[in-house]
């Protein structure tokens, strides 16, 4: 039993997928718990192409933004700037969670969930979310908001400034949600039945036959040809999260 797993192992560890022109941070405390990373966007977009390409067969809104929670990037390295392997990104994303599209989350819910994301700041926690297709500014000097494990807001948080798509679409103008059409949520199944407290309280969502593993490797082969390059993924992120002050 044990020498046809280490066979497959190894296996992965020699087959590679890509060449990276960066180090790729995926460690906790500084990094993929506390801030943006380029590994976390790296992440975040590979769930967001996954739910763009799978969404018509799945018959689901393709979706226009991806939180990847902290907690799911586990391998706690930086990944030196060279081959990935596909065991790199078993690494990366270990467990049997699936991409999933929650296709309509108001607007209102949806502030609430980026709150989550830095509600335990400055503490290093899992929730702390990697993102695709989006920005967002929070101060953490302000009120967290606090859930209960419903996602039920207990308190509500205003640490959360602005919220804008990658279309230029404003969802929060300082601290306030503007008026306008619900949002399509790419995430992990874990994150979209309420783990760590993310508050989706119960909202329909999809899986969309990828885990989040998979989902990595195809978009780092497909869609990136194989390169991780310096102008899209630099090192230190590119200002999708930025803490005020």
Same mark, same amino acid.
């Given at each position: 039993? =044990? ?12 087959? &590679? ?12 405390? %500084? ?29 689901? =809104? ?31 994303? %270990?467990?049997?969670?699936?991409? !999933? ?33 989006? !920005?967002?500014? #929070? ?16 308190? %509500? ?12 679409? =404003? ?5 306030? =949600? &503007? ?5 399509? &949520? ?11 407290? #993310? ?10 036959? &990828?885990? #989040? ?20 993924? %630099? ?11």
């Amino acid at each position: 039993m =044990v020498d046809p797993v280490n066979a497959f192992i190894a296996e992965l560890a020699e087959t &590679v997928i890509a060449q990276s022109e960066v180090a790729l941070e995926g460690r906790r405390d %500084p990094g993929v718990r506390t801030e943006e990373t380029n590994l976390g966007n790296l992440v975040a977009d590979a769930l967001l192409d996954a739910g763009e390409d799978n969404a018509a067969t799945f018959g689901v =809104v393709p979706p226009d933004v991806a939180i990847q929670n902290g907690g799911g990037i586990r391998n706690n390295t930086l990944i030196p700037a060279g081959p990935l392997t596909e065991l790199d990104t078993f690494a990366i994303a %270990p467990f049997p969670n699936f991409v !999933s599209v929650v296709p309509d989350v108001p607007r209102a819910q949806f502030k609430e969930i980026v709150e989550n994301l830095v509600s335990r700041m400055p503490l290093a926690d899992g929730r702390f979310g990697q993102i695709g297709g989006f !920005s967002f500014t #929070y101060d953490a000097t302000r009120t967290a908001q606090v859930v209960d494990n419903a996602g039920t807001v207990l308190t %509500p948080g205003d640490r959360v400034r602005s919220v804008v798509l990658d279309d230029g679409t =404003v969802i929060v103008a300082d601290g306030a =949600v &503007v008026a306008g059409a619900n949002v399509a &949520v790419a995430t992990n199944d874990f994150s979209a039945r309420g783990g760590d407290q #993310y508050p989706f309280r119960g909202l329909p969502f999809t899986t969309v036959g &990828v885990s #989040y593993q998979q989902a990595l490797s195809d978009y780092i082969v497909e869609d990136l040809a194989g390169l991780v390059s310096a102008a899209d993924y %630099p090192e230190g992120g590119e200002g999708r999260i930025v803490r005020l002050g």
